[in-house]
């Protein structure tokens, strides 16, 4: 017996804020869910599964119009022709109360009740599997421990959504622990949420496969499905990646680097190693310059000069598609801070006032708040209320304000700037 495993497929998910990229792939962008699911959807036939998991977040959201869901079901319906079946439980993200238009599903779709935990058992297959759908999008009850008891003889598949006991980046949703999972005794546990893959356990074998396709910037790496083959046990369980776009968060050290000239080479070695052995799918690289290096006066004077090398050095690519989402800049001048810190100039306050600020987490808050107002002023109401929530960019360009982390970094590269612009300025004869 064969079966695939996969969760939060997250179909149609908004890629937010892509217009203001110029020369983004808008199109392989917008559809790589969509295409990550065929691709499940043939891998299925290839490998003849005898069925197919979904752990939740089937859906990304309930459906703008019915093309979402009608997309779904045609591929659904192409393994229904060579007799596949789906079991589908429903997540935070598709939960039962939450989809408000619906399409008759074909037979060859089991979908797990929101009410109380089913049994579904496949008597030719020997095969037993246990589910439970969010009836809403907050689910904090430890459904696990209501699941049924292991059917004896069978080989026993829990199917349930759920953070475990908590996860970084992820809210905590019909929490268990991996005790609860055990005490049922399956054989199996089909888990769904956390959108990187974790092998929680090997005996019974508890998984997140991840999500299907990666949705931005930091979700990052290969994202695929399981392909579990059991005999009497699981004899073997496969990662096999499905995803058409490939995202990358890639740090290249410019310290060595003297040159503009010689930063395309630098940076496409690091990219042509990122891209290595997956030739097919489009990788999305988010790129990180760090390292002491003179270029920062250079990009100080001219910005925007070390992301347009990044870009020539993804034109220097070969057997991949690369495109550049994104260049971060991390850089510092070869300046001895600590002598700065010490003189009576202007370069000197800057430094000893950043000091103050990196060592005052709740007057750095206040700073940002401070310099920030007249822009927030302006937002209309929901755009503040999507940025308290940290909805408004899913690429995480735009730090919360109480994120001390995030605006330290803020902080050390508007320092740097100003350092090398004030010390270019101030050496000039
Ligand atoms: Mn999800």
């Known amino acids: 017996m064969r079966f695939i495993h996969a969760a939060d497929l997250h179909i149609d998910s908004p890629l937010r804020g892509l217009s203001r990229y110029q020369g983004a792939p808008l199109e392989r962008l917008r559809g790589a869910t969509?295409?990550?699911?065929?691709?499940?959807?043939?891998?299925?036939?290839?490998?003849q599964v005898d069925f197919v998991l979904i752990a939740g977040d089937l859906y990304d959201r309930d459906w703008q119009d019915f093309h979402t869901g009608l997309f779904v079901r045609e591929q659904i319906v192409r393994l229904g022709r060579i007799g596949i079946k789906v079991f589908i439980v429903q997540g935070n993200h598709d939960a039962q109360s939450h989809m408000t238009r619906q399409i008759p599903w074909p037979e060859n779709v089991k979908v797990f009740s929101s009410r109380t935990?089913?049994?579904?058992?496949?008597?030719?297959?020997?095969?037993?599997?246990?589910?439970?759908?969010?009836?809403?999008?907050e689910v904090n009850e430890n459904l696990a421990k209501n699941y049924p008891p292991a059917v004896p003889g069978c080989f026993n598949i829990g199917l349930l959504h759920t953070s475990l006991t908590g996860a970084d980046g992820h809210d905590t949703y019909a929490p268990a622990s991996l005790a609860d999972l055990k005490s049922r005794n399956y054989d199996y546990w089909a888990l769904g949420h956390i959108h990187a893959r974790q092998v929680v356990c090997e005996v019974p074998r508890v998984v997140f496969p991840g999500n299907l396709q990666g949705r931005h910037a930091r979700e990052t790496g290969a994202k695929g499905c399981e392909l579990v083959t059991v005999e009497g046990a699981v004899v073997s369980a496969a990662f096999i990646p499905l995803d058409v776009v490939r995202w990358h968060q890639l740090e290249v050290d410019l310290q060595p680097i003297q040159h503009l000239e010689?930063?395309?080479?630098?940076?496409?070695?690091?990219?042509?190693?990122?891209?290595?052995?997956?030739?097919?799918?489009?990788?999305?690289?988010?790129?990180l310059l760090t390292g002491e290096t003179p270029l920062h006066a250079l990009e100080a004077s001219q910005p925007g000069t070390l992301a347009a090398a990044v870009q020539a050095a993804a034109q220097d690519v070969s057997g991949a598609d690369v495109w550049i989402e994104q260049v971060k800049i991390a850089l510092r001048s070869p300046l001895d801070r600590q002598q700065l810190g010490q003189g009576s100039d202007a370069l000197g306050e800057l430094v000893r006032w950043?000091?103050?600020?990196?060592?005052?987490?709740?007057a750095l808050g206040q700073f940002c708040r401070d310099a920030l107002a007249d822009v927030l002023g302006k937002l209309p109401p929901d755009v503040l209320?999507?940025?308290?929530?940290?909805?408004?960019?899913?690429?995480?360009?735009?730090?919360?304000?109480?994120?001390?982390?995030?605006?330290?970094?803020?902080?050390?590269?508007?320092?740097?700037?100003?350092?090398?612009?004030?010390?270019?300025?101030?050496t000039q004869p």
């Open 34 to 47: 969509r295409r990550a699911l065929e691709r499940l959807v043939e891998l299925a036939i290839a490998q």
């Open 117 to 137: 935990a089913e049994t579904v058992r496949l008597e030719a297959l020997g095969v037993a599997i246990h589910g439970h759908s969010f009836p809403n999008r």
């Open 262 to 287: 010689d930063v395309p080479r630098q940076v496409a070695q690091a990219l042509q190693a990122a891209v290595a052995g997956a030739d097919e799918v489009l990788h999305a690289m988010r790129v």
């Open 354 to 362: 950043v000091d103050v600020l990196s060592n005052d987490g709740a």
């Open 385 to 426: 209320a999507a940025l308290a929530h940290d909805t408004l960019d899913a690429s995480g360009d735009i730090p919360r304000l109480d994120d001390t982390q995030a605006l330290l970094a803020l902080l050390k590269d508007a320092e740097a700037t100003l350092l090398t612009r004030l010390n270019a300025t101030e």
